[in-house]
């Protein structure tokens, strides 16, 4: 059994960063696919970024802005986001993938204000 605890989230100025942790149990290894996704009020959940097999993708709406990165051994995937926009406001999800099953954290808010 896989449970995902996020934290890190808040409310920041336009401009401003925050850190966001996903604390992961149960066996999670290193070529397992940890990521990020986002889903703001009235839309659909999205993509933000993934760290798998020593690689990481990002979507093209955060790249340069956002930095994904995990520590195996504590089974934590973080993500920078830096440079906030309105934008960003959204509940962030953890999420990993293991084989054919996906995990989910219960999100952590991500407010944005001028």
């Known amino acids: 059994q896989v449970q995902l605890v996020e934290s890190g989230g808040g409310s920041v100025q336009a401009g401003g960063s925050l850190r966001l942790s996903c604390a992961a149990s149960g066996s999670i290894f290193s070529f397992n696919a940890m990521g990020w996704y986002r889903q703001a009020p009235g839309k659909q959940r999205e993509f933000v970024a993934v760290s798998s097999g020593g690689g990481t993708a990002y979507a093209d709406s955060v790249k340069g802005r956002f930095t994904i990165s995990r520590d195996n051994a504590k089974k934590t995937v973080y993500l920078q986001m830096n440079s906030l926009k309105l934008e960003d406001t959204a509940l962030y999800y953890c999420?990993?993938?293991?084989?054919?099953?996906?995990?989910w954290g219960q999100g952590t808010q991500v407010t944005v204000s001028s």
């Open positions: 999420n990993v993938i293991i084989g054919r099953y996906d995990y």
